[in-house]
T-cell receptor, first 112, second 113 residues
Framework: GQQLNQSPQSMFIQEGEDVSMNCTSS?????WLWYKQDPGEGPVLLIA?????ELTSNGRLTAQFGITRKDSFLNISASIPSDVGIYFC????????????FGQGTRLTINP | DARVTQTPRHKVTEMGQEVTMRCQPI?????VFWYRQTMMQGLELLAY????????DSGMPKDRFSAEMPDATLATLKIQPSEPRDSAVYFC???????????FGQGTRLTVV
């Protein structure tokens, strides 16, 4: 089946540092989504990308939809303690029904 | 504040018992998803519905799992009989047909002992 390879699996950084994570796939996606999950909660949508090459920002978050449609990255600038959590990429396939495929997640830990 | 509501939030049950999890999608959303999250497998799609009809349940073990939408405001996921390997967090999410975004509930943490 389709798989998204998300990296890194975990990150330990100092408050104030920038963060970068990415997802790659062997399949082509027509939409990329980035979610964040806090402990005990469901994933919450951060950014949605709909077009190859698209670069979208949401506050300190920036995400890009790769030109090949097979990858996406998420950057967080000037990290703060509330950025702690698990970040998931998700892709929507071009063909088939409205099924999101999720990456394995990047667990972000921030040292104050 | 529109949100997906799941009940119960936590469930501990003995192996062999029936478990029913409920979900109220966001009003107006006609697509409902059930996901299971474990440390080993991450987020797995179990099933999803559009306009109350099942579109894909290929991710769901058919022998013990069943998913239904009795009406547009209620989706259920049932496990009978439950097994320890079913222990996980089960998420319901809803969205709009033609849309790409899925909005998640807070999940039901199931522990089968």
């Amino acid at each position: 089946g389709q798989q998204l390879n998300q990296s890194p699996q975990s990150m330990f950084i100092q408050e104030g540092e920038d963060v970068s994570m990415n997802c790659t796939s062997s399949s082509i996606f027509n939409t990329w989504l980035w979610y964040k999950q806090d402990p005990g909660e469901g994933p919450v949508l951060l950014i949605a990308l709909y077009k190859a090459g698209e670069l979208t920002s949401n506050g300190r978050l920036t995400a890009q939809f790769g030109i090949t449609r097979k990858d996406s990255f998420l950057n967080i600038s000037a990290s703060i303690p509330s950025d702690v959590g698990i970040y998931f990429c998700a892709g929507l396939l071009i063909q088939g029904a409205q099924k999101l495929v999720f990456g394995q997640g990047t667990r972000l830990t921030i040292n104050p | 504040d529109a949100r997906v509501t799941q009940t119960p939030r936590h469930k501990v049950t003995e192996m062999g018992q029936e478990v029913t999890m409920r979900c109220q999608p966001i009003l107006g959303h006609n697509t409902v998803f059930w996901y299971r999250q474990t440390m080993m497998q991450g987020l797995e799609l179990l099933a999803y519905f559009r306009n109350r009809a099942p579109l894909d349940d290929s991710g769901m073990p058919k022998d013990r799992f069943s998913a239904e939408m009795p009406d547009a405001t209620l989706a259920t996921l049932k496990i009978q009989p439950s097994e320890p390997r079913d222990s996980a967090v089960y998420f319901c999410a809803s969205g709009l047909q033609g849309g790409t975004e899925a909005f998640f509930g807070q999940g039901t943490r199931l522990t089968v002992v």
